[in-house]
């Protein structure tokens, strides 16, 4: 079966740095995503990856590697803002969004 | 980036009526949409995909029959819960995109339904 795995929650200090990783066995890949979600709103769209390395925007980045089945995302300075869930969703072979069950991030002042 | 509007924001009906849900994509012509339902804490689950012109294809497990689908336009969706009950209260919420490649998704900012 196909499988995303992601913490369930994780809690940071406001200025801090924190990583979310996410690990995935899917069938086939054609590329995966990090969408943040506020509590009770619709997912947006942070970032999209499609070959291994780092793609950095702003104060978040976003690093895979295919080989490992692997993604994290990484969130610098952060902003009592930033309190939200976070979604990592792979495109299988089929170019189907396979969804984890995110990630809730609490940033405490 | 690209637009999608969903009405009503939120819905309360009584079990066994039907609510319709509508999905726009204000900027760009959309050949594919999702819809989708998150119940509290839990993820997104894909309900079904529906193309512009034909039929949705609906995810295992989801009533073709309780959740209809119409994709009758480039820019409009709908989802109608038929003959509701209380177990599917949920948020729905629709996306627009194509599938291939790095196309993102452009979502809507959903509908939570409450049935009495």
């Known amino acids: 079966g196909q499988n995303i795995d992601q913490p369930t929650e994780m809690t940071a200090t406001e200025g801090a740095i924190v990583q979310i990783n996410c690990t995935y066995q899917t069938s086939g890949f054609n590329g995966l995503f990090w969408y943040q979600q506020h509590a009770g709103e619709a997912p947006t769209f942070l970032s999209y990856?499609?070959l291994d390395g780092l793609e950095e925007k702003g104060r978040f980045s976003s690093f895979l590697s295919r080989s490992k089945g692997y993604s994290y995302l990484l969130l610098k300075e952060l902003q009592m803002k930033d309190s939200a869930s976070y979604l990592c969703a792979v495109k299988d072979s089929n170019y189907q969004l396979i969804w984890g069950a995110g990630t809730k991030l609490i940033i405490k002042p | 980036g690209a637009v999608v509007s969903q009405h009503p924001s939120w819905v309360i009906c009584k079990s066994g009526t039907s609510v319709k849900i509508e999905c726009r994509s204000l900027?760009?012509?959309?050949?594919?949409m999702f819809w989708y339902r998150q119940f509290p804490k839990q993820s997104l689950m894909l309900m079904a995909t529906?193309?512009?012109?034909?039929?949705?294809?609906?995810e295992q497990g989801v009533e073709k029959d309780k959740f209809l689908i119409n994709h009758a336009s480039l820019t409009l969706s709908t989802l109608t819960v038929t003959s509701a009950h209380p177990e599917d209260s949920s948020f729905y919420i629709c996306?627009?995109?194509?599938?291939?490649?790095?196309?993102?998704?452009?979502f809507g900012p959903g509908t939570r339904l409450t049935v009495t």
């Open positions: 990856n499609v």
């Open positions: 529906s193309n512009e012109g034909s039929k949705a294809t609906y």
């Open positions: 996306s627009a995109g194509s599938t291939g490649g790095s196309s993102e998704q452009y």
């Open positions: 900027d760009f012509q959309a050949t594919t």
